[in-house]
């Protein structure tokens, strides 16, 4: 949060970028060995989804208002996609607490 703070995003847009990461971190956790790989890896993905986010802002600004009305219309809130994001909210909640454990286990060892 605090580098998305430091890059003068909003609390919403935050919060928003803090979602993209944690989904990034659970596709790729069986890739993460220890707490540094995990912190510089949460690090890294955090800048970029917030220059990406940044990118795509300024590329909106420029579309014009029919363009933009059209994107934003769209429901993409289905019962399939709430589905899909309760039970990756459930995977990621087990994948942190199993994160937990491992930080723990390497602090103590």
């Not at 890739?31 to 993905?45: E, I, P």
């Not at 454990?101 to 390497?106: C, E, G, I, P």
């Amino acid at each position: 949060m605090s580098i998305c703070f430091g890059m003068r995003l909003t609390r919403d847009e935050s919060f928003e970028i803090r979602g993209q990461v944690y989904l990034l971190l659970l596709e790729n956790l069986h890739k993460l060995k220890s707490r540094d790989k995990l912190l510089a890896y949460v690090s890294t993905m955090t800048k970029r989804e917030v220059r990406e986010y940044l990118r795509k802002s300024n590329y909106l600004n420029y579309m014009s208002t029919d363009i933009k009305e059209a994107i934003y219309s769209r429901d993409i809130w289905t019962p399939d996609v709430i589905l899909e994001i309760s039970e990756a909210s459930e995977d990621l909640m087990k994948a942190m607490a199993k994160l937990d454990l491992l930080s723990f286990k390497l602090l103590t060892a």
